[in-house]
T-cell receptor, first 117, second 115 residues
């Protein structure tokens, strides 16, 4: 099946620094990608919808200036957590579906475990 | 908010069938029923999806009620590797080109498989 690759798998950073997470669709084009956050023992929470060539759409309560999303090509979206703080420590997951197919399944990256110390 | 209701947890014995229920009484005519599962510390994995008719694939079967207000994911022979959280999600079929509806996750059903 289609593959979505997320990098890095885990990262530890100091408080106040920024971290970039990449999400790539390896064998299909994705006009739209989604970014989720998951805290321990909780479900996935949609953070934002990333659209190729345009601004991302953020869910209510998600700070767009803190979580910068760039979707520069049909195969790559990036999420940058700026000025990270310990409360931003979480499991971040991206998702993508093949462009042009409206009833297709979504494919997920393996997730990025962010720990801010 | 999630538009589906699932039991918090279920238990199964290895090599026995498992029926995971999902209620979605407010489903609209353009919603597809998707199932995903998530193992610890991994991203979700696609299992199956359908619209009105029952669906089968190599992983599972999906039985959809005639009024589409509920569905059941069927694992025909549970294995230890099937222990995961299973999510039933409604995904809108969008009429404009290029983008797909997002997936809103509920709490899912945590499936335990006993050897």
């Amino acid at each position: 099946g289609a593959v979505v690759s997320q990098h890095p798998s885990w990262v530890i950073c100091k408080s106040g620094t920024s971290v970039k997470i990449e999400c790539r669709s390896l064998d299909f084009q994705a006009t739209t990608m989604f970014w989720y956050r998951q805290f321990p023992k909780q479900s996935l929470m949609l953070m934002a919808t990333s659209n190729e060539g345009s601004k991302a759409t953020y869910e209510q309560g998600v700070e767009k200036d803190k979580f910068l999303i760039n979707h520069a090509s049909l195969t790559l979206s990036t999420l940058t957590v700026t000025s990270a703080h310990p409360e931003d420590s979480s499991f971040y997951i991206c998702s993508a579906s093949s462009t042009g197919r409206r009833d297709t399944e979504a494919f997920f990256g393996q997730g990025t475990r962010l720990t801010v110390v | 908010d999630a538009k589906t209701t699932q039991p918090n947890s279920m238990e199964s014995n290895e090599e026995e069938p498992v029926h995971l229920p999902c209620n979605h009484s407010t489903i609209s005519g353009t919603d597809y029923i998707h199932w995903y599962r998530q193992l610890p510390s991994q991203g979700p994995e696609y299992v199956i999806h359908g619209l009105t008719s029952n669906v089968n694939n190599r992983m599972a079967s999906l039985a959809i009620a005639e009024d589409r207000k509920s569905s059941t994911l069927i694992l025909h022979r549970a294995t230890l590797r099937d222990a995961a959280v299973y999510y039933c999600i409604l995904r809108p079929y969008l009429n404009y080109g290029g983008s797909q509806g997002n997936l809103i996750f509920g709490k899912g059903t945590k499936l335990s498989v006993k050897p």
